[in-house]
């Protein structure tokens, strides 16, 4: 069983962005020298603590470079680096080419190089496009995705996967549901606070309101992955992560207009998909890290209500 | 319904191989103005006829090129192009990277810009690892690749299906089971006829010889392809191309060794596999492109059986 070593050195990718700050924090506060490499692009140095077991190396992991030598005597690799916008990658398809695909490669080759002997890497649940089975297992077949984002996802799983069989690199695939919390700059939320923000009296959402998907607290999410890379025992091990429950898009769009005081109207651009590439049913099947002990705080209205009230919070300090 | 325009120009990545010389020349016979695209590294220029409606590029599709003007004007694209060595990939996780994702990514880049509406894709029966299921059906998951030459095709899958949604390139996916025929410089036949030209006397067969596969022959696999493209509805489409039954490592040495006049000794390696990243155990499920009306001339054991022939017949007149 190899997982993160507590009091060794590991290496987070995107350790400056919003999930990978949390899971730098957690590392170490389970004993870890944590080394960030983030290329600062969504990531941001203040969501950071201050501590002499971090340090914060700026990469461009989409190709080699000294950044490599951050995996010297290091256990294991988190790896979160990656383009966070679904719609970037449709506008210029090289984005999550280079970003995803070419950056999980050169992280793998830095971690082979490096004998470094675990990596975790952060897939999303988009790997399975419209999946026809719901909630969907990670069994689910054919994996088809929709967007250049997703194809990114798919090629870095089976990078880790090929590492995993061909160079004994244990391997931990997290399928992400939809991740909120602080520090996030994207997403259905900020989005959200943006619009009103630039006109208190409407609020566009794109789609038809129907879109549902299972949304899942950063710290629930960090858990996980904690508790997966400690337990699981096969070369490769795939994980969901999510709720097991789900919330409309709808329902999202009146707790933020409730939240500013309920008097922006709402509307709907129509469609059933907000956006080219956005799968717009979503409930992962979740019992594969349950059985290991996992539950996770908060449900799907209730993370988004939280990340409401840190949002309101932020905006009330200035901060928003 | 978006299949290869039978009276207009195709590109086929690729056609100077043993497989896409053979996919050109049913093309052309359709009535097709084919462009060739090789780098000629394993393609050689004489599988190709000589013929009005055939032109070769020498192309190398790791890189954005000059190549991508020869889809201007092109109904579809036939991608097979590929590293087809699964040990050249272990040795230099670069190869199948380069010449397998990034290939994919910029034929279909070149694809989009030129407007071509259809692409089919050689993968191959690996992404799926070692499949719980026999025969693997199209839906098996979860698809963990165990070689870097596996992890290049599932990645390219992803792109396919990723341009097929967000481009409207209409995909066409292919998963070979192990393809065999005229022309192949690479593969368990041309491996034990070099073995036995350098000592008659000794065939070394990698593994235990118990691996037991599905072989398809090139024509079978040729028609295959064509009939999928023609007939599939939707904006991806995934066949499993192979035989129906499967045929052991030992049991093909033996025909080897009988064609060879039957007085060689077959020495094991032993282990269940024959090299790191090998797949002992493959069958296809394969009615899906049976239910298109597709059924192979040969079985297993019938394509081995003519393919020996072939190389016999080769070696006999002095080009083997």
């Given amino acids: 069983m190899k997982g993160p070593n507590p009091g060794g050195a ?23 020298t944590v080394r960030v490499l983030d290329n600062l692009s969504t990531g941001r140095r203040e969501l950071l603590p201050t501590s002499p077991r971090i340090t914060l190396t700026t990469a461009d992991l989409s190709h080699p470079g000294p950044w490599s030598e951050q995996f010297a005597g290091a256990s294991s690799v988190w790896h979160l680096a990656a383009n966070p916008d679904i719609r970037l990658g449709t506008a210029d398809p090289r984005v999550d080419v280079e970003n995803g695909t070419l950056a999980t490669f050169h992280v793998l080759e830095a971690a082979r190089r490096h004998d470094v002997t675990s990596v975790s890497y952060s897939s999303s649940s988009v790997v399975y496009g419209q999946a026809k089975v719901l909630p969907t297992p990670e069994e689910y077949g054919p994996l088809l995705p929709e967007s250049m984002y997703a194809a ?52 566009e959402v794109l789609g ?20 997966g890379a400690g337990q699981a025992q096969e070369p490769v091990n795939v994980f969901n992560l999510g709720n097991a429950d789900r919330i409309t898009v709808r329902e999202i769009a009146e707790k933020v207009v409730a939240a500013h005081g309920g008097r922006a109207r709402i509307d709907y651009t129509g469609g059933t998909r907000g956006w080219v590439g956005d799968v717009p049913q979503q409930l992962l099947a979740i019992d594969r890290i349950q059985r290991l002990g996992w539950s996770p705080r908060y449900n799907s209205a209730g993370a988004i209500d939280r990340t409401i009230a840190e949002l309101q919070a932020a905006a009330g300090s200035g901060r928003g």
Avoid at 166 to 195: Q, T, V
Avoid at 218 to 227: G, I, K, P, Q, S
């Fill in 152 to 203: 990114g996802k798919l090629a870095a799983e089976g990078l880790v996967s090929a590492y995993a069989h061909s160079y004994g690199i244990r391997g931990h695939i997290y399928r992400f549901a939809n991740i909120i919390g602080p520090g996030m700059g994207h997403g259905i939320l900020p989005d959200f606070f943006a619009k009103l923000r630039a006109d208190p009296t409407r609020l």
């Fill in 208 to 227: 038809d309101g129907h879109q549902a998907k299972s949304y899942l607290r950063t710290e629930d999410c960090v858990a996980a992955m904690l508790l």
């Fill in 10 to 32: 590991v290496v987070v990718t995107g350790g400056a962005g919003a999930i990978g700050s949390w899971l730098v924090r957690s590392l170490v506060e389970r004993g870890a």
